[in-house]
């Protein structure tokens, strides 16, 4: 039992060392000069891709990027085999340099933010994001997640690890609910979510489309207060998948911090009178705030200037790793009793898309 307890201290003095007294100071300093006008709008991202910046404090915007596997978001970019690939090299190291040449793929361009890894649970055959995920293994997922954004936050962008939780299957994914129990969640589908916040300290998580347990993830306080930020000891910016917040106030009070890709639901003038009525309070807006200030001033990116001039757009290096991911990925399967649907003797030729 000692040694346990003593072990999640550990892990939660690693989760946090981004986080220093003087970030926090920071943070605090900033948010005792904003407007209320400011704090509102500041809990919903701009553009499709960005957070406001705060000009007059000398805070950039966050410029993001989709992921997991390229930055198609903002034009031609390295392609890198998907996450299922990945997870089939067994490599956590090649995971990390995974991770690595997508942030230098991201520095060149100027982005501080990557959204990915994706990390849920291969549970449906037919979810039609499979291939964005890492197989049906926990601890495999854990491993090669935490590798990646290890990779990606060496080069000073933020990860982003998703879709918390129980994404299991896309279709009708706005209304679907994964009915899970507690012990089945963090058996299953927590550990990739918990390594990523305690081993790796990623930056941000991202929220799920589906319902668990009959509540929206964007508005589940036990998911996102209970589990993520006092069992955890998650310090980082929580978003929303694009378009997943459903409901002003039970967002606000369930612990979302940025409604991507805008401020759709907890829309300013909304949330002024909200806060005129008694039903969501100015503390819980500064908190939010104070979670997407804190995180950004961890990564340094108030006085880093993002894009980076040495780094080429079509970068060599970057190529060959993604070429090195797809040559230890592949899988060599033997047809015994014709299991494939190849038939021995008519195929001649077989591409390897």
Known sequence: MLWGVLTLQCLFS???????????QQAEKILSQMT????LSYIGGINWMYTRPLERFGIPRLKMSDGPQELGTHGPSTAYPCALMLAATWNEQLA???????GKDCRARGVH??????????RAPMCGRNFEYMGEDPYLTS?????YIKGVQGQGVMA????????NSDYDRDHISSDIDERTLNEIYFPSFRAAVQEAEVGAVMSSYNLL?????????????????????????????WGSTHHCIPAVKGGLDLEMPAGSKMQPEELKYYLRTGDITIEMIDEKVRHILQTLLAFGFRETQQPDTHIPLNNPQCAQTALNVASEGLVLLKNTNQILPIRSGKVKTIAVV
Not at 213 to 235: A, C, M, S
């Open 143 to 147: 491993r090669m997640a935490t590798g």
């Open 160 to 167: 982003t690890i998703k879709h918390f939780i129980a994404n």
């Open 113 to 122: 933010v990557v959204l990915g890894p994706a990390v849920n649970i291969y």
């Open 36 to 39: 209320l006008d400011e704090k």
């Open 213 to 241: 347990n009959g509540i929206y993830t964007t508005e589940h306080p036990w998911l996102l207060k209970d589990v993520l930020r006092q069992q955890w000891g998650f310090k980082g910016i929580l978003m929303s998948d």
């Open 96 to 102: 990390t340099e995974y991770g690595s040449a997508l």
């Open 14 to 24: 690693t989760a946090q060392k981004r986080f220093t007294a003087d970030v926090e």
